[in-house]
């Protein structure tokens, strides 16, 4: 043996390794005793090898110490497995160890949670014993997956003509955005630096100095609420282009995220090109402006057919009156369900804020059948009328199917393309607010009658994004998302604006734009607001002077007197790219060293408290809450 632990692998050995001696270390995934002859499954980074110890082996006494997860070293000879007990699953199922000396590199404790198997656990054991849980092999896998993802994202960049850069983890706090996570500082006492949500003015004021194409894998930071699809810390692909319109930035982008998809989707079908919708049809269509188009369902406004003076619904009628708004969801083959299939979506609805889901169930109702039904009221006419009877309308049925007349029915079906055997769902609000509920029950509907595709990566574009909203809390206008975007909007039309015409202020997008994958937003990005003049036109606008510009965006604002080109930019989330391919709705599941739900560190105890020498240090004082 030419090595102190191991000459091979555990993913090593082929039938072409029979006959030699070798040496491995590992950990002992499994033991199992097969009549007194045991077998260990040896695991390393690699693979797994099977080895075998008999009673007549010198390292048998020792074998029958070992226990789950002990690191060991073997020594022994490579031998084909005996017929019938091959394992084609494994690259080492031919072969296995016939061990004749084992030594303890490090014995492990009573387990606080198996690490052969995939049974579940309390998040709050794995992530306390997360070196435990990363030995765990769809956990280990994802985070293989996760490296793979990331050198395939840097060499398709590069391919495309980026450069990488690195820019400032410790910088300034940002007024826009989420909460920052502060940095005291010890040689500025009462002066903080930030951690970057994003190196945003950094990759911008990098155009602003001649830099073309920039990209980086970079590290964002946002004290946010947590979920199941957001972290307080994260990465993302960070992308910015000199001289560029929104088509440019797609052009590079998709075939970028196309390929890792392809690449690692394990032959699961990906969107070849991107559809753009914008985000008004989006709104209206999915109830959302991160659709997943997996769902092939379509909602429809049916607010003018509720206003009709020949529909009696009057809780929606009333409702649409005052300004309400009237979504239909459709439900195909919703009829063979049963009535609790109804009354759960309602229930739904009801611990969502709202006060149900209204709906009609269609069935196929023929001229024929109605002159049937008519016979005992009009004897002598039905021969007559069952000769004149052909073709056939929709019938509807349920709640308030009966204060919708049947020509009313008829409009609503062909809004929502639903036919005999489905089913519509309303949901009736104030716009945002309908939508939203649509938007969910769509989600909700589409999975309960199994119409999603699965296996798919259904990709989108959402554009045109509205530059300004009415904040009806300040009862004034204000930016709708990103105030540094560019108007999509002749700009001397836009410089010549009044900022009383509220009107043509709220009707104007932005060249934003958000790339969706089966419902998850990957980013946003926008083309920038390169120009001085338009730049403070934008915030005027919003009720904002100069001087906000000048105090709160100073050196980016400065960087743009200068001589700023157009550009445009977007930073697909890492963490959720990997999240989809590894087939996960968690992205603790593909990282490795997570926080939980409360933004903790279990494993290392993050955050901690620091001793008062520390705080003195700093020329802070903590003044906690009262409990």
Not at 173 to 182: I, K, M, Q, T
Not at 204 to 214: H, P, S
Not at 351 to 370: D, H, K, M, N, P
């Amino acid at each position: 043996m030419t090595h102190r632990y191991r000459t091979h692998s555990c993913g090593d050995l082929r039938l072409s390794d029979a006959g030699s001696s070798v040496r491995l270390s590992g950990w002992c995934h499994r033991i199992r005793d097969h009549g007194g002859v045991l077998f260990i499954d040896l695991r390393d980074h690699y693979g797994l090898t099977q080895c075998v110890v008999d009673p007549d082996s010198p390292a048998f006494s020792m074998a029958e110490t070992l226990r789950s997860e002990w690191v060991v070293r073997v020594d022994g000879a490579v031998r084909a497995r005996p017929a019938g007990t091959e394992n084609p699953e494994m690259p080492t199922g031919l072969v296995e160890l016939y061990v004749a000396e084992i030594e303890v590199l490090g014995p492990a404790a009573e387990l606080p949670l198996p690490v052969f198997g995939d049974q579940s656990y309390p998040e709050e054991t794995r992530l306390r014993y997360r070196f435990l849980d990363l030995r765990r092999e769809k956990l280990h896998r994802n985070i293989m997956l996760r490296g793979r993802v990331v050198d395939s994202l840097r060499a398709r960049m590069k391919a495309e003509g980026f450069f990488e850069f690195q820019t400032p983890i410790l910088t300034a706090s940002s007024p826009e955005g989420a909460r920052d996570f502060l940095v005291p500082s010890r040689l500025h006492p009462g002066k903080f630096y930030a951690l970057p949500q994003a190196p945003q003015q950094f990759k911008q004021l990098l155009m602003t100095a001649g830099f073309d194409r920039y990209f980086q894998i970079a590290p964002c930071f946002r004290d946010e609420d947590l979920r199941a699809d957001r972290s307080l810390e994260f990465y993302q692909l960070d992308i910015e282009m000199s001289f560029v319109t929104q088509d440019d930035v797609f052009a590079v982008v998709e075939p970028v995220l196309r390929g890792v998809f392809e690449e690692f989707g394990e032959g699961a079908p990906v969107t070849q090109e991107f559809p753009r919708i914008p985000y008004a049809e989006a709104m209206l269509k999915y109830g959302s402006d991160k659709p997943d188009l997996r769902n092939p369902l379509v909602i429809a406004d049916v607010s003018e057919v509720f206003a009709r003076e020949d529909v009696n619904f009057n809780a929606f009628k009333k409702a649409v009156a005052q300004g309400a708004v009237v979504r239909a969801i459709p439900a195909p083959g919703a009829a063979a369900q049963p009535r609790s299939f109804f009354d759960k979506l309602n229930d739904w609805a009801r611990s969502e804020g709202a006060a149900g889901l209204g709906y009609i169930v269609f069935e196929g109702f023929t001229e024929r059948q109605a002159v049937i039904a008519d016979y005992k009221l009009n004897p002598d006419e039905t021969v007559s009328r069952l000769e004149a009877s052909s073709g056939g309308q929709l019938h509807g049925k349920g709640p308030i199917a009966k204060f919708i007349p049947a020509e009313a029915q008829k409009l609503i079906a062909e809004a929502a393309g639903v036919k005999a055997g489905d089913a519509v769902f309303f949901a009736c609000d104030r716009a945002d607010r309908a939508a939203k509920l649509a938007g969910q029950a769509r989600v909700r509907i589409g999975n309960e009658l199994g119409l999603s595709k699965t296996n798919v990566f259904e990709f989108c574009w959402i554009v045109d994004f509205p530059m300004y909203e009415w904040n009806e809390e300040e009862k004034k206008i204000d930016f709708s998302h990103n105030p540094f975007s560019m108007p999509n909007y002749d700009l001397d039309a836009f410089l010549a604006l009044d900022p009383a015409d509220a009107e043509k202020i709220l009707s104007i997008n932005a060249f934003q734009y958000d790339v969706v994958c089966n419902g998850f937003e990957l980013s946003s990005g926008a083309i920038r607001n390169h120009r001085p003049d338009v730049m403070r036109k934008a915030f005027a606008l919003a009720g904002y002077d100069e001087s906000v510009l000048e105090q709160k965006f100073a050196g980016l604002y400065r960087a743009f007197q200068y001589g700023a080109p157009p550009h445009g930019g977007i930073a697909p989330g890492v963490d959720r790219i990997v999240m989809l391919l590894a087939g996960e709705e968690n992205l603790r599941e593909i990282v490795a060293f997570p926080m939980n739900q409360r933004g903790e560190d279990l494993l290392l105890g993050a955050p901690s408290s620091v001793t008062p020498k520390q705080l003195r240090e700093l020329s802070i004082r903590v003044n906690l809450p009262e409990k």
